[in-house]
T-cell receptor, first 115, second 113 residues
């Protein structure tokens, strides 16, 4: 049972345009959402996050939107640059006691930004 | 330079052998994690540890074992009981102040034939 889904395995966008990556989740206990970026043969790097008490978080060219009623979040990259080409993973976490948090990841979307 | 190191980057083993993957961090993070990534799939949690000498099973712990004798180190042993051990293994850590934001190592690609 996939609790976090990224239904688009790939996305191609022209340089300078907006990239929109989507993610859906089913577990209503998730209270924190993150996006990670991954290059081949490397570990993912944290990009941006959002708490469930917010509906938008912005960091430079990256903005994450959360629609709790639809259990949907999206990552907008504006403007897209060729260096943004990577696999983007959506991840979600539920409240848990202790210092560790279990993240549930989606299957990833390969973004290709065309020059 | 703080970070997470995983060694080796590529590892080859024969079926039936146990193999231990190394993970070291100098970020002074309390929590550490092991994930597995298979082609076309997201990361799946194998084990995690909140403090030294304590660890919990993740979603796919069968066939794996871990230890946490030092804060900096969280080695993962892939045992012969793991049915499909060939995968990309990622270690991560996090700090109590920002537990959701996990920092990942470069990964180890394990191939078992």
């Amino acid at each position: 049972d996939q609790q976090v889904k990224q239904n688009s395995p790939s996305l191609s966008v022209q340089e300078g345009r907006i990239s929109i990556l989507n993610c859906d989740y089913t577990n209503s206990m998730f209270d924190y959402f993150l996006w990670y970026k991954k290059y081949p043969a490397e570990g993912p790097t944290f990009l941006i996050s959002i708490s469930s008490i917010k509906d938008k978080n912005e960091d430079g060219r990256f903005t994450v939107f959360l629609n709790k009623s639809a259990k949907h979040l999206s990552l907008h990259i504006v403007p897209s640059q060729p260096g943004d080409s990577a696999v983007y993973f959506c991840a979600a976490s539920a409240t848990y006691s202790g210092s560790a948090r279990q993240l549930t990841f989606g299957s990833g979307t390969q973004l290709t930004v065309l020059p | 330079d703080g970070g997470i190191t995983q060694s080796p980057k590529y590892l080859f083993r024969k079926e039936g052998q146990n193999v231990t993957l190394s993970c070291e961090q100098n970020l002074n993070h309390d929590a550490m994690y092991w994930y597995r990534q298979d082609p076309g799939q997201g990361l799946r949690l194998i084990y995690y540890s909140q403090i030294v000498n304590d660890f919990q099973k993740g979603d796919i712990a069968e066939g794996y074992s871990v230890s946490r004798e030092k804060k900096e180190s969280f080695p993962l042993t892939v045992t012969s009981a793991q049915k499909n051990p060939t995968a990309f293994y990622l270690c991560a850590s996090s700090t109590p102040g920002r537990p959701y934001e996990q920092y990942f190592g470069p990964g180890t690609r394990l191939t078992v034939t």
